[in-house]
């Protein structure tokens, strides 16, 4: 069965570096997302991503973070400069349609902020 | 802002008992989907109920969605360890992005 993958599995960086999230979605897959989930909290919506551009995205979704498809099978989170409280579980989740479609999600990446 | 409560919030019991989670919300969802997630991975979907009083049988597990499409639980019966995990419901409305409740966290004793 297809499935989403993501690296690198856990990711260590210094307050203040540059990340770079990476992600290949399910191949006919259209609809793509990161969600992140901090310790013992919920799984939080940060962005969606259809026909090569932001769909929608919520308030945790600063400046800091940029996605992008380079491109056919890619799907990347940016964080230009983390910050502590940026810590998370980072997943990656692609979709075949919109309304009512189920998510496939990776196994995420760890995020650790130094 | 759509918000889902899931109670309880942490369930301990032992092998071959039943239980039931439910996931509440004041917001009317077009669906209602249910996820388990174990550590270090991601959500895998259980499944989605559409239609208001809908119920949804997988092997032990039933899932019911409410009548007025605002709420929805999930009954187990006679629970396994491998049933241990975390169970979320996430809802959708329209054409906005999904949201989670805080889940429940199962844990089946042998």
């Known amino acids: 069965e297809p499935e989403v993958t993501q690296t690198p599995s856990h990711q260590v960086t210094q307050m203040g570096q540059e990340v770079i999230l990476r992600c290949v979605p399910i191949s006919n897959h259209l609809y793509f997302y990161w969600y992140r989930q901090i310790l013992g909290q919920k799984v939080e919506f940060l962005v969606s991503f259809y026909n090569n551009e932001i769909s929608e995205k919520s308030e945790i979704f600063d400046d800091q973070f940029s996605v992008e498809r380079p491109d056919g099978s890619n799907f990347t989170l940016k964080i230009r400069s983390t910050k502590l409280e940026d810590s998370a579980m980072y997943f990656c989740?692609?979709?075949?349609?919109?309304?009512?479609?189920?998510?496939?999600f990776g196994n995420g990446t760890r995020l650790t902020v130094t | 802002t759509q918000l889902l409560e899931q109670s309880p919030q942490f369930l301990s019991i032992q092998e071959g008992e039943n239980l039931t989670v439910y996931c509440n919300s004041s917001s009317v969802f077009s669906s209602l989907q249910w996820y388990r997630q174990e550590p270090g991975e991601g959500p895998v979907l259980l499944v989605t109920?559409?239609?208001?009083?809908e119920v949804k049988k997988l092997k032990r597990l039933t899932f019911q969605f409410g009548d007025a499409r605002k709420d929805s639980s999930l009954h187990i019966t006679a629970a396994q360890p491998g049933d241990t995990g975390l169970y979320l419901c996430a809802g959708c409305s329209g054409n906005t992005p999904l949201v989670f409740g805080k889940g429940t966290r199962l844990s089946v004793i042998a």
């Open positions: 989740a692609s979709s075949a349609g919109l309304r009512n479609s189920p998510l496939h």
């Open positions: 109920v559409v239609t208001g009083g």
